[in-house]
């Protein structure tokens, strides 16, 4: 069974900097594609930052400069760093774990994790 369990969500103050993980089980972490996304109130899900399996990152505009995505595959997490957050970071964020293969994609998601900035 696979699960992704977010962590580290929660209340900051606007220029704060706050840490999300994402803890895996049930693949072989390793070989997969690795992404956070976050979706606001009203809005559509969005990439935030995805790490290839082979380490290389891609970010939204949107946060460039501002989060780190990294990845850890001894212990199964992928984490974002935010930092100068603002309270359009507002979001659940969701981890997500992707591979492509000849016959499927395997597709999983974790259950959210709230982040809020706010004064």
């Known amino acids: 069974q696979v699960q992704l369990v977010e962590s580290g969500g929660g209340l900051v103050q606007p220029g704060g900097s706050l840490r999300v993980s994402c803890t895996a089980s049930?693949?072989?972490?390793?070989?997969?594609?690795l992404g956070w996304y976050r979706q606001a109130p009203g809005k559509q899900r969005e990439l935030v930052a995805d790490i290839a399996s082979l380490g290389s990152t891609n970010y939204a505009d949107s946060v460039k400069g501002r989060f780190t995505i990294s990845r850890d595959n001894a212990e199964n997490t992928v984490s974002l760093q935010m930092n100068s957050l603002k309270p359009e970071d507002t979001a659940v964020y969701y981890c997500?774990?992707?591979?492509?293969?000849?016959?499927?994609?395997?597709?999983?998601w974790g259950q959210g994790t709230q982040v809020t900035v706010s004064s």
């Open positions: 997500n774990a992707k591979i492509w293969t000849l016959a499927r994609t395997y597709d999983y």
């Open positions: 049930g693949i072989r972490f390793s070989n997969y594609g």
